[in-house]
């Protein structure tokens, strides 16, 4: 006999997936694992990731690499491809960091490395630019609504 499977996870090929409403909020997701038991764990650390934002209004913690990509597929504006090519570039220096932790002191190697490139300081300040947007976005949860 099989084991007993929780309501809310489905497998679709090799893979178990997340198909569950709790409260308003709806979760399709993949686990990422064929095992049931890891499945299992991840539906609780989801199902209670929720809850404590409905409850307790805790935020998840977002990387920046998160919010740039969710404001890339996002944006509608003429310059997006620009913000994208800054967006790469930025990646290596801050894009792990959650969004709460960036600030000045993080992009100075940035900006450094940059300028030894022989950058110009308008071309380094539009890249800043976008990262104060995107900061911007997430903190007025305009970015990063619970999907």
């Known amino acids: ?4 499977v929780p309501p809310g996870l489905i497998k679709r090929g090799n ?12 979760i399709f997701r993949s686990t990422g694992t064929s095992d049931l038991a ?6 609780a650390h989801v199902i209670q990731e929720v ?10 913690k977002r990387t920046f690499r998160q919010a740039a990509t969710r404001y ?21 220096f801050i894009g792990d960091l959650p969004l709460e932790a960036i600030h000045m ?9 940059r300028k030894e490139q022989g ?9 800043i630019q976008t990262v104060r947007h995107i900061t911007n976005l997430a903190a007025g949860d305009g970015l990063m609504k619970q999907e």
Not at 73 to 91: Q, V
Not at 105 to 113: A, E, K, M, R, T
């Open 51 to 60: 809850r404590n934002s409905q409850i307790y209004g805790v935020r998840p």
């Open 15 to 26: 893979f178990w997936h997340v198909k569950k409403k709790i409260g308003k909020t709806r």
């Open 1 to 4: 006999m099989g084991q007993k």
């Open 105 to 113: 002191g993080n992009l100075q190697s940035f900006i450094q490395s």
């Open 72 to 92: 890339l597929k996002e944006a509608t504006k003429a310059s997006i491809a620009d913000d994208a090519m800054h967006l790469k570039m930025l990646d290596p």
């Open 119 to 127: 950058v110009k300081v308008r071309t380094i300040n539009y890249a």
């Open 38 to 43: 890891e499945a299992e764990r991840f539906l």
